[in-house]
């Protein structure tokens, strides 16, 4: 059965360091999307993504969070300049359509010190 | 925004009961899914479900759109079923796609 799958599982980083996250949607999925979680809170919305552009992002998703869709399979999310409240799990997810199921990978873990 | 509503926010049961949890939502929604978080902090699809009543194995789900509330039956409970359940929602007419998470509900399944 097809899945999103997310690299790495776990990242350890410091404060003030790049970080890029990948995902690899379900490959007829054109609708792609990046959710957090902190850690014991509920899930949070940070970005749509269709077309090579941004269709979406939430208060989040400030200067500092970037996606890209740098080849046919991957998808990615970086984080320029990690802060300490970064820190939280990071969700990838992709649908064949806007308003069908969407599935999520199993997400990256994030640790910055 | 749309308010998502889970209840009960933590729940302990007894391998082998059932239990039904609720998720009831302020507006119009084209998407409702519920998920399970593992202790390993995954998302698992447990349902598509905008309208109607759908069964999986011992789960169950049923959403009454017009009523604005959604319905998660577990039956037989096992350990295994230990997690926290989201619900979450994508808004109808509002131009916006993104799925709107409830808090969640802790279920906690004893031997």
């Known amino acids: 059965e097809p899945e999103v799958t997310q690299t790495p599982s776990h990242q350890v980083t410091q404060m003030g360091q790049e970080v890029i996250l990948r995902c690899v949607p379900i490959?007829?999925?054109?609708?792609f999307y990046w959710y957090r979680q902190i850690l014991g809170q509920k899930v949070e919305f940070l970005v749509s993504?269709?077309?090579?552009?941004?269709?979406?992002k939430s208060e989040i998703f400030d200067d500092q969070f970037s996606v890209e869709r740098p080849d046919g399979s991957n998808f990615t999310l970086k984080i320029r300049s990690t802060k300490l409240e970064d820190s939280a799990m990071y969700f990838c997810a992709s649908s064949d359509s806007w308003y069908n199921e969407q599935f999520f990978g199993p997400g990256t873990r994030l640790t910055v010190l | 925004g749309i308010q998502v509503e889970q209840s009960p926010p933590d729940l302990i049961l007894q391998e082998g009961a059932n239990s039904t949890l609720r998720c009831n939502f302020s507006?119009?929604?084209?998407?409702l899914q519920w998920f399970h978080q593992n202790p390993w902090g995954q998302l698992i699809n447990l349902f598509y479900i905008p309208s109607g009543t759908k069964q999986n194995g011992r789960l169950s789900a049923t959403t009454v759109a017009t009523e604005r509330y959604s319905l998660l039956y577990i039956s037989s409970s096992q350990t295994t079923d230990s997690g926290v359940y989201f619900c979450?929602?994508?808004?109808?007419?509002?131009?916006?796609?993104?799925?709107?998470f409830g808090k969640g509900t802790k279920l906690s399944v004893i031997p």
């Open positions: 507006d119009s929604v084209n998407n």
């Open positions: 490959s007829n999925h054109l609708y």
């Open positions: 993504f269709y077309n090579n552009e941004i269709s979406e």
């Open positions: 979450a929602v994508v808004v109808s007419g509002a131009g916006s796609y993104q799925l709107t």
